[in-house]
T-cell receptor, first 111, second 116 residues
Framework: DAKTTQPNSMESNEEEPVHLPCNHS???????IHWYRQLPSQGPEYVIH???SNVNNRMASLAIAEDRKSSTLILHRATLRDAAVYYC????????????FGGGTRLMVKP | DTAVSQTPKYLVTQMGNDKSIKCEQN?????MYWYKQDSKKFLKIMFS???????INETVPNRFSPKSPDKAHLNLHINSLELGDSAVYFC???????????????FGSGTRLTVV
């Protein structure tokens, strides 16, 4: 899987929007952009994924740059429960099914 | 009803012992995985397994071996445990060839292994 770059940590205030950036300048045409998060003392959980178009689901929104070299995970109203490590992962399903995690961004949410 | 369940949740054992961690998934997925998360919190893939293929991360010592009695189970056996094996081990499953959420991984809640 191609490499992604994320900030080590970010802070947010509760009930404010949060924008988590991810750079993936070496993304290939068959790479999907996936986001997972890991809450304290839990296993990672799927958040959202996309290929080219922006995506929305009940958890978050994913904004993908036109050149696909970067993306942003958007939490519309952060809650204390959103404090977690967020991982941006490129996944080329043609190259196999392995999911390779990087360092992620630790999101801290202040009340 | 837990989708991916691991047992035990905590495991404390002495160096040199042999131990197993069990994993079961009820999602009907055809591929299962083991990940190791060390004290620095990096998640590293150890094994990927479906009924056709076992993929082993080359950095995993051969003291670690996955055993799959059936499609819904992938157990992790560890021989001659060492202090450095202390970590949290996560089991996961997915549907091979799926994309996005359909092919997304579902993780268990982890097993914290402490070797003393």
């Amino acid at each position: 899987d191609a490499k992604t770059t994320q900030p080590n940590s970010m802070e947010s205030n509760e009930e404010e929007p949060v924008h988590l950036p991810c750079n993936h300048s070496t993304i290939s045409g068959t790479d999907y952009i996936h986001w997972y998060r890991q809450l304290p003392s839990q296993g990672p959980e799927y958040v959202i994924h996309g290929l080219t178009s922006n995506v929305n689901n009940r958890m978050a929104s994913l904004a993908i740059a036109e050149d696909r070299k970067s993306s942003t995970l958007i939490l519309h109203r952060a809650t204390l429960r959103d404090a977690a490590v967020y991982y941006c992962i490129l996944r080329d399903v043609d190259a196999g099914n392995m999911l390779t995690f990087g360092g992620g961004t630790r999101l801290m949410v202040k009340p | 009803d837990t989708a991916v369940s691991q047992t035990p949740k905590y495991l404390v054992t002495q160096m040199g012992n042999d131990k197993s961690i069990k994993c079961e998934q009820n999602l009907g997925h055809d591929t299962m995985y083991w990940y190791k998360q060390d004290s620095k919190k990096f998640l590293k893939i150890m094994f990927s397994y479906n009924n056709k293929e076992l993929i082993i991360n080359e950095t995993v010592p051969n003291r670690f071996s996955p055993k799959s009695p059936d499609k819904a189970h992938l157990n992790l056996h560890i021989n001659s445990l060492e202090l450095g094996d202390s970590a949290v081990y996560f089991c996961a499953s997915s549907q091979l060839g799926g994309i996005g959420h359909a092919g997304g991984y579902t993780f268990g809640s982890g097993t914290r292994l402490t070797v003393v």
